[in-house]
């Protein structure tokens, strides 16, 4: 199974990811979190996308693309694979589909996370993760444990997330009539608790 999981900012993509790789035993490739490995590993990738991403900004189509199409040649995504954070451009989808064509494979479903705006920037500023275990709480939702070594992201700050709720409004909700006119689109409500989102959103890859 080969999904795409897109939502803006803080809507759940990166805990909905987890749960859905787990179901189906597919891993998850999530873009912003091979970023972030590059920039705490100090690559010159790493650290030119650094810049881009504290500012809220996207990060050139042709290097994400190519993280993703050297990552899916492993031998864990022969089952399939989850991407998160990815397309986020209609260059990308493009992109993908060509990549997928060359393997002779092809996407299976586009899960929308829909959460309305309002509540995306709390969901962000509150939001904190693990650094030992990756693991995302949300100080008021979902509190971490008491052990819990709580990292809050540069780019989750408020003006931040408004740039990036931008950047989603304008530029990768764009790729919701374009994988809507493939046949492959399907929208969850992303508001609810997790259970209910996650019951949503295996409901929609099971149907
Ligand atoms: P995320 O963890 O998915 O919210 O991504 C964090 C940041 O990484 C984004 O705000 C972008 O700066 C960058 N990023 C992640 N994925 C992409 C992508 N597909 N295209 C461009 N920039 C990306």
Do not use: W
């Amino acid at each position: 199974m080969i999904v795409v999981l897109i939502g803006p900012p803080a809507s759940g993509k990166g805990t909905q990811a987890g749960a859905i790789c787990q179901r189906f035993g597919i891993p998850q490739i999530s873009t912003g979190d091979m970023l972030r490995a590059a920039k705490a590993a100090g690559t010159p990738l790493g650290l030119a996308a650094a810049r881009v991403m504290d500012l809220g900004q996207l990060v050139p189509d042709e290097v994400v693309i190519g993280l993703v199409d050297e990552r899916i040649k492993h031998v864990d995504c022969q089952p399939g694979f989850l991407l998160d954070g990815f397309p986020r451009t209609v260059p990308q989808a493009e992109a993908l589909e060509r990549v997928l064509v060359r393997a002779g494979r092809k996407l299976d479903a586009v899960v929308q996370l829909d959460v309305p705006r309002a509540l995306l920037v709390e969901r962000a500023i509150l939001r904190r993760t693990d650094k030992r275990t990756g693991k995302i709480y949300h100080l008021k939702y979902n509190p971490p444990p008491a052990d819990a070594v709580l990292e809050h992201r540069a780019d989750d700050q408020e003006a931040q997330v408004n740039k990036r709720l931008d950047a989603y409004e304008d530029i990768t909700s764009a790729l919701l009539p374009f994988y809507q006119g493939r046949g492959l689109l399907r929208r969850v409500e992303g508001v609810g608790s997790l259970d209910e989102v996650r019951a949503r959103v295996v409901a929609a890859l099971d149907a």
